[in-house]
């Protein structure tokens, strides 16, 4: 989404400070969020020196969020609808071989955990249309309340005919959104997070889209300062991911994902002092800020995937990512092939790098 004006006399000055802000974390022009970023905080400061120009203020954030929020809706309507039947499945079948690639693990092995900064509800899309369930630290059916509590849940199941003997359930990923998401919102009388229930690609006048929604919806712009991530229930997301990153053996796959956050590069970084992880970046094009990030970092833990052939999903999951390990019957026609001589599939399949799995893209 393109740069926004808050019509006040202190727009220049919020651009001014979200320019400075992207120019700090090099990347290059401020966006959307920065500018959200530097009107919250002068928003708060407004709050104590003048009423008047903060009513002012938070009415422009306000009507701008609401673009943001609209923005985000069009996006998942465009989804849905699809530019044709044919060419909407084609991307709902790449999505879901995208995520079952990674998925598709032995259970007793250690569950796939996706992190995202984006707030559409793209990957949650994704996981319905190929089943997959989703663990995250929202409880509860009707009104799903986010819980600060880190406990490890997980799902089991007894098979048919045995008693006392659970085993984990196939299928099952855990998905953490650092920078919130569009259906978040703030209870202030309860002093809670709900997660209402939007229906993916709903209208913009949808009755649970808030009109006002500085002070209800939790979506955060990233962060500039360290003292943001202390704040709830930025902490809670953060520790997460750097208690899934940060162990080790652990593998990080990034798929576009632009080396922007600063807080997001510290956790990476310090994963990689543990000798045995491993980072896998997909991206595009290698802008300075990726140059800036490997530069940082040993050649031997990280691997790059860079340009346009391997940033495209179809491609990506047609002939580089392995093919998901609960398809059985794939699964067991692969391996009768490796086994067969001469057979000329056999060589395409020696093309399909084994180290493309891992434990968890961003």
Known sequence: MAKVTFGTSYDAAIDAHAQAGATAMKRGAANIEDQFRSALALLEGLGVIDKGAENTLKKGIDAQMSGFLTSLLKTESGIVAGKDPASKDAALGALQSFLLSFASRAASRERLHVFTTNYD????????FAGLRII???????????RASRVEVDVHYNPPGI??????????????KLHGSLDWFFDKDERRIYRKGIPFGAPADHTDIPKEPVDTVMIYPNPAKDVETTQYPYAELFRDFAAAACRPNAVVVTYGYGFGDDHVNRVLFDMLTIPSTHLVIMAYAADDRLKAFVEKTRDAQVSLLIGPHFSDLATLVANYLPKPALDYISGRVTELLKHRPGDPKLN?????PLSATATGPI
């Open 121 to 128: 509800r793209l990957i949650e899309h994704g996981c319905d």
């Open 163 to 176: 008693r006392g003997e659970p085993r984990f359930m196939e299928g099952v990923i855990r998905l953490t």
């Open 136 to 146: 995250d630290r929202f409880v509860g059916a009707l009104n799903p309340v986010f």
């Open 348 to 352: 395409d399949l020696a093309t399909v």
